[in-house]
């Protein structure tokens, strides 16, 4: 690594800012007014300390541990503390993905597209790019934890004062150059960029995981992982700055990886090697649908992976669950007993439309996976043989469907075996899978919005995104921050009966699987009748 | 036999016209050479008669059928090879080539293999792993593979070093004596030249020649430098010589085919010494037929 490697870096830096400048201060703004947003409206809905202790009672069971992070001070529960214990780990792991995503389109995601190798010929060293693109990730990320500080400090709430904002701020800023350096990491190892940001999600999901485990058992297995750092800070209570140390450090680590791996590896590979090939392809390979799976094998076997895993992690809290309900008095008492649903019953449907909205994001995947095709020109090449638009759009379309509701499945499959290994009284997989499979048709109703996003204009489908986020934010927020029932209406989640304290309303569920197909045929007739990219 | 027919075709992106009433046709048997410089619109026309664009207005029948409306039926019946082949990293050059034969219909898996070896491609290796000359291989066996009857080639031989281009070129002449009808886009008009029955011109979006070779002569000329013993005053009166100018120990200049025979006759009675030709490029071409435009109009 000499000084000529990094020649061009600050013109380079200076065309990503310019190219990422609408990007990076949408999401810097969007995470600022969500910041505020929650707290101002926390500390206007808990006003009175009794309001606020009444809360810390509920937050403070295992579930919602293994889902937000351990909850602290609890004994003065007040806006500060409820701020950092319900929105933290989640901002977190959004400021994680937005470093994710941003490291990944600049490292791999160029060198794919063949921009890193006309770079490469410019008179930048081979250091640059990457130089440039994690300078612009940390600085965009400096800034957005200055904008959190700012954010939360104006509301000038006294549990909220400006040293322990600039922690939160600090806290979250470090926690996304973690994981915009590991993604840099990733970028050398991988050879795409789905797959480096596939590694990455990856890792980040493990994070999550582990992290609740360690978490529920209170033990020092959340120190393990990267976003059980942030939550250490134990911000607004105690203010620690020590666990941001370990954050940071694994950050110049990683960095010093990638880099050196990036000094010695050529443009355009990864670091795994390839070996020969087969000469003829295998007669599974042979058809539209068979190239559609055989594109997306591994990633519907990691996402099958991870889904499981989601549901053993949740089901191994339920066992803990009833066991915490049993021993607290105050919230036995809760239990609406002439409902005949226990708490631990009541808890299920919500995790299950949290684990439907997460299998709706791989099922978005393996549909948009066409849109990368069409970008990258491949969709002409098959197109001009004897295949319709219709049977290639269809094949992905299908492998959204039934994979879809495979990840379903099997995070419901996860949930039951662990609930059914620490659970004295184990609740029967039939009532387990009714509560998570008329979730389906909510899927479909994503997939179905996917279809017509892409078929009507590929540079549409980030509105799928948005709209699964406003799904999981009405249902995440909508019950903390009191949202009028109509918010919740206008996701196709919102329209899903409660199993099993409400009844299956079928004529609901078959209205859901209607509109997925009205708009998926709508999304099919635009595809057909559109011109292809290529 | 007409099989490939194109009718006014327009075709705008936006605001941008990238053809406007495009005409050309393609006879059984023929090869077709469809020329023009870089974004001149062959791609987008060829796309057209893919089905993968709409025409914003005018047809394009291949076979008698739609080209938008009925693109599965009349793709049984092509090969089609991209300028750049997009394939899948992870696949092999074989399974692409099996898939790509397999998806369009029937093959001849001997002349498969054969292919590979002529055009020396490893079939086990990731197309990732591929150079843009032999992702082109790939395409190029998966299109003379087949039994298609139309053979639609967007400058197919762009990254195959001279070598290949041969075993190319022999392809396409043994396609053409099978009975089968060629549309060979390229922006090097001796590409074209030497593979041709007939040509069509396409510059901004509008052919503006179509024609056999023959027919066009009169835009081709051929550049000359000749360096003699004795110098050749005749040169300058010559009707068929032009831009006639002296160069170090000899004399530039261009002449018209039907020419070449005198001015040939004229140099070697001066006694050669040094004799250089080089074919007409595209831009002499385009330069002859705005020439010859502005003496029509006078
Ligand atoms: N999808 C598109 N959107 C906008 N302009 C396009 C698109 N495709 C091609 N063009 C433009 O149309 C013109 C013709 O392009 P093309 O047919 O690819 O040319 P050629 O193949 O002859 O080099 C070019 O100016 C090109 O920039
Ligand atoms: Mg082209």
Redesign the interface.
Known sequence: MNKQSFSGTGQLIRFYLKADRIRITAWILSLMALTSVTAWSLDGLYSSDAERQAMATTMENPAMTAMVGPAYGIENYHTGAMTAHQMLLFTAILVAVMAILHVSRHTRGDEEDGKMEMLGALPVGRLASLTASMSVMVMSQVILALGIAVSLAVLSIPSLPVSSSILYGAALGATGIFFGTLTAVFAQLA??ARGTTGLSFLVLGAAYMIRAAGDVNNDTLSWFSPLGWPLKTQVFVDDKWMPLIPLLAGAVVLTLVAFSVMASRDIGTGLIP?R??????RKS????FG?TM??QKTSIITWGVALLAIGLSYGSVIGDLETFFSSSELLSGAVDQSSGFSLTEQFISMLMSIMSMIAAVPALLFLFKLKGEEK???T?????????RYTLFGSYFLVALIFGTVMMLLAIFGLWSAAAATMEDPISFGSLAKAGLVYVPAIWVMIGFGALLYGFKPGLTGLAWVYLGYAFFAVYLGGLLQFPEWVNRLSPFGFIPEVPMEEINVLTLVLLVLTAGLLAALGFTTYR????A? | MTILQVKGVTKRFGNFKALSGVDFNINKGEVFGFIGPNGAGKSTTI?IL?????PTSGSATIFGLDAWKN???I??K?A?V?G?????????G???I???L????SFDPVKRDQLIKRFQLD????C??YSKGNRQKV?LVSAFASDAELF?LDEPTSGLDPLMEKVFQDCVAEAKQEGKSVLLSSHILSEVERLCDRVGIIRQGTIIETGSLTELRHLTRTNLIAETKKPMPALANMPGVHNLQSVDNGVSFQVDTETMDAVMKLISSAGVIRLESTPPTLEDLFMRHYETKGSDAV
């Open positions: 050879d795409s390839s020969p090939g087969r000469n003829h392809a390979l042979l058809s539209p190239l055989h594109l990258k020109g491949r002409e090449t098959v197109y001009a043989r004897a295949v319709s009748n559109r011109d292809l290529g | 796309k893919l089905g993968i664009l709409k693109s599965v039926e793709h049984k092509i089609y991209p750049d082949a997009n394939l899948w990293p992870n696949l092999t074989g399974e692409v099996d898939l790509f397999k998806l369009r219909g079939p086990t290796k990731k990732r792993t395409a639609i």
